[in-house]
């Protein structure tokens, strides 16, 4: 994978307490999420290594490799 989406989803709450002053809460998540691809023209870099995604398509096309959706997302934090 050479990049990915991302983004940070929350609710912020704020509550006063017996005295007015807010007591404030956060709760967020985490998410991400790339299709692993072989688009002609793009690459990756790995260390020393150039690999430029035609040759990772022509593998997907003989059957070596499988492109794929990638998803994830964290628990909500508070």
Same mark, same amino acid.
């Given at each position: 994978?050479g990049?990915?989406n991302s983004?940070?989803? %929350? +609710?912020?709450?704020a +509550?006063?307490? @017996?005295?007015?002053n807010?007591?404030v %809460?956060?709760? =967020?998540q985490a998410? +991400?999420w790339?299709r =692993?691809n072989? /688009?002609?023209?793009?690459g990756?870099k790995?260390?020393?290594? /150039?690999?430029?995604?035609? !040759?990772? @398509?022509k593998? *997907?096309? +003989? %059957? =070596?490799? !499988?492109?794929?959706d990638?998803?994830g997302?964290?628990?909500v !934090? *508070?």
């Amino acid at each position: 994978m050479g990049g990915a989406n991302s983004n940070i989803t %929350g +609710v912020v709450t704020a +509550v006063p307490d @017996a005295d007015g002053n807010p007591k404030v %809460g956060i709760d =967020y998540q985490a998410n +991400v999420w790339d299709r =692993y691809n072989g /688009d002609e023209g793009k690459g990756v870099k790995v260390g020393p290594l /150039d690999i430029p995604d035609g !040759q990772m @398509a022509k593998l *997907h096309r +003989v %059957g =070596y490799a !499988q492109e794929f959706d990638m998803a994830g997302s964290s628990d909500v !934090q *508070h």
